[in-house]
Nanobody, 118 residues
Framework: QVQLVESGGGLVQAGGSLRLSCVASGSVFSIYNMAWYRQPPGEQRELVASITDGGSPNYADSVKGRFTVSRDNAKNRVYLQMNSLKPEDTAVYYC????????????WGQGTQVTVSA
């Protein structure tokens, strides 16, 4: 099972930028699809962005054009670059890993808080 630890969250003003990082350990990172989810206060957890083992990204419509997901397999890391932040981006952001072949091998990080002030 892969262990995930997020970092990079914080409090920023609307229009600002933040870069989240997720480091993986305990498994072979390159055979996992990665994703970023977020859970706004009082809301359901939602998919923000994903990236395959081969580096192909996908984004939720709400963040398309503002967020960029990337990965560095050599460093066992996945990133979420967040630009033009809006107050509605405020949420706890979670890193997720899913084994490309064994789908029940799925792990979540502890989450990192992102707060965007108006």
């Amino acid at each position: 099972q892969v262990q995930l630890v997020e970092s990079g969250g914080g409090l920023v003003q609307a229009g600002g930028s933040l870069r989240l990082s997720c480091v993986a350990s305990g498994s072979v990172f390159s055979i996992y699809n990665m994703a970023w989810y977020r859970q706004p206060p009082g809301e359901q957890r939602e998919l923000v962005a994903s990236i395959t083992d081969g580096g192909s990204p996908n984004y939720a419509d709400s963040v398309k054009g503002r967020f960029t997901v990337s990965r560095d397999n050599a460093k066992n890391r996945v990133y979420l670059q967040m630009n033009s932040l809006k107050p509605e981006d405020t949420a706890v952001y979670y890193c997720q890993a899913t084994h490309i072949a064994v789908k029940f091998l799925q792990s979540w990080g502890q989450g990192t808080q992102v707060t965007v002030s108006a």
